[in-house]
């Protein structure tokens, strides 16, 4: 049971402002309702964005036809949005006189749709608004999502790859879906390497915003559950595309991951981390938060002992040792063992990212005052380093190295 008692008097006396989706709609078969569900927001003349894979899969295609409306597409993209990207999609809406904005597709392609509605109607660059306020609001948007990932469907932020390859954010309530439609359905042509990377991403966030400094009441009610599904449902739902119960659960756990990481209590250096190096040298963002999860939480173990025990007793484990050896055993289940080492990161690259993250990211993500543990040089430099090793250290004091053979060996 959540209490009061196990947070601080700060933290239990913090004003928590969230936004939410104006209409939340989930359940299989739930794409059914798009055609209603822009007609209540008054759109008549939808943009539906999708990335080549979805267009491709013939889905983009299904969708427009539920809309039975003068719809347009734009589609010829892949992966994150760049600024690039982003300013031309808003073009693309204005010079068609589109009123409303569909994406469909994971977290990339929704994040896309969501600045294109902003800047569609506002001057300028999407550059421009990473600290600059809006003039207009966003055309109205409905987000679909076919991965259980990123939770951008409920989220109040957007990310942008910028030309220097670092990622930032567009945050506001005006980039909260108007209409958020979750249909599991559309999850099971997933691909099993991305679906469990995104689940981990799910995972992650709901961990990083449960040990946050600044978790409250309100975002453990939305991180605790993230974490129950995730470690229920995850690995069922990799393994077999048609258990319709564990693809539900991983659906709903990456809306509530969305929640919880738009509340004061966000995400910690994981996320930094994998948003600093993931785009640096082409790793995908799930792949690059796998490789740190374990890590993030072997740096965080001494900070966050008791909050890690409390979460333990609250799933029905015994304690937090088992919580972590849980948590770091999936990950392995999953095939995310090796470092960074086996996905090109240099070696050499590992002191310059450091120095980057602690200079500069550390303060742009607010970690000084999220972070359970307090970020030093020579601490950041040794869990990028275990990151890039790949040796996952279970807090049951073993270690567990990748073997040349593609086994485990524990000494």
């Known amino acids: 049971m959540l209490s009061l008692a196990n947070f601080g008097q700060e933290n239990r006396r913090m004003i928590v402002e969230s936004h939410y989706p104006g209409t939340f709609i989930f359940g299989c078969g739930a794409i059914g309702t798009v055609r209603n569900a822009l007609l209540r927001l008054g759109g008549k003349r939808p943009i539906v964005f999708a990335d080549d894979g979805i267009r491709g899969s013939g889905l983009s295609d299904q969708l427009i036809e539920k809309l039975s409306l003068p719809s347009g597409l734009f589609s010829g993209f892949s992966g994150e949005p760049t600024l690039q990207l982003a300013d031309s999609a808003a073009r693309n809406i204005r010079e068609g006189g589109y009123d409303s904005v569909i994406a469909i597709g994971g977290g990339s392609t929704l994040d896309l749709g969501k600045v294109a509605a902003l800047l ?83 995972l992650s966030t709901g961990l990083e915003a449960y040990l946050s400094k600044r978790a409250t009441p309100f975002s453990d009610a939305y991180a605790v559950e993230t974490i129950d599904l995730a470690l229920r449902c995850l690995e069922k739902s990799v393994a077999n595309a048609d258990d319709a119960e564990a693809l539900d659960g991983m659906s709903l756990a990456a809306s509530l991951s969305g929640f919880a990481s738009s509340t004061p209590a966000d995400v910690n250096i994981c996320h930094c981390i994998a948003e600093t190096i993931g785009p640096m040298f082409d790793i995908a ?127």
């Open 120 to 202: 569609a109607t506002n001057k300028g660059k999407i550059s421009d608004y990473f600290t600059t306020k809006r003039e207009h609001s966003s055309l109205p948007k409905i987000l679909i999502p076919t991965t259980a990932g990123s939770g951008s469907e409920t989220s109040s932020s957007a990310v942008i790859k910028c030309d220097d390859g670092i990622k930032r954010f567009v945050v506001g309530d005006d980039l909260v879906a108007d209409v958020a439609i979750v249909d599991s359905n559309l999850t099971r042509s997933c691909p099993r390497e991305v679906a469990a990377a995104t689940g981990i991403d799910v």
């Open 285 to 411: 963002h799930g792949r690059a938060v796998a490789t740190i999860l374990p890590f993030m939480v072997q740096f965080n173990f001494e900070a966050s002992q008791g909050r890690l025990r409390l979460l333990a007793h609250r799933l029905g484990l015994r304690d937090e040792r088992i919580l972590v050896l849980r948590i770091t055993e999936l990950v392995r289940a999953l095939g995310f063992s090796t470092g960074f080492r086996q996905l090109g990161v240099p070696r050499d690259a590992l002191e310059q990212t450091a120095k980057l993250i602690f200079d500069q990211r550390q303060y742009e993500y607010l970690l000084p005052e999220i972070n359970p543990a307090p970020i030093t040089f020579a601490g950041l430099l040794k869990l990028l380093e275990d990151c890039w090793n790949g040796v996952d250290i279970d807090i049951l004091g073993e270690h567990v190295v990748q073997a040349t053979d593609g086994k485990h060996a524990r000494h």
